[in-house]
């Protein structure tokens, strides 16, 4: 393997580099933290879901992308059921009512938002002021 010629990035630089589960976090419900990180154009939410817990249907303008690194569990899309496991994406168009179970295992996703949810990154920065 060839050195890099890219000239490292400094210790200042290296600020924009975050650790994800050092993030901000929400409380979404019970049984579900996230860890939030957003950008000009979108928002990244790493969250843990403990067995048994629910999202409630609902909606919202940025379209969703979900990944599911550990467990699975069952995403509402549109009144239908989809189970989803690790190693699975699913897209969740703008405006769709969607919402999400776990049963035993629970499970540990990232959801992407484009635009950015606003509304998440608001509460992010209200948990860090108290």
């Not at 994800?20 to 879901?49: K, R």
């Not at 499970?107 to 002021?129: H, Y």
């Amino acid at each position: 393997m060839t050195e890099p010629n890219e000239v490292r990035a400094t210790e200042e630089e290296m600020q924009r580099v975050k650790r994800c589960w050092g993030l901000p976090q929400v409380q979404l419900g019970p049984g579900a933290l996230a860890n939030l990180y957003g950008s000009e154009n979108m928002t990244v939410s790493f969250i843990i879901q403990q067995p048994h817990c629910s999202f409630k249907v609902h909606s919202h303008e940025p379209e969703e992308i979900v990944i599911v690194l550990e467990g699975e569990r069952d995403e509402i899309l549109d009144g239908k059921l989809y189970r989803i496991k690790a190693g699975d994406i699913m897209t969740v168009p703008s405006g769709s009512e969607h919402g999400s179970y776990t049963y035993e295992s629970g499970c540990k996703v990232i959801e992407v938002f484009s635009p950015p949810r606003l509304d998440l990154m608001a509460r992010a920065e209200m948990s860090q002021g108290q």
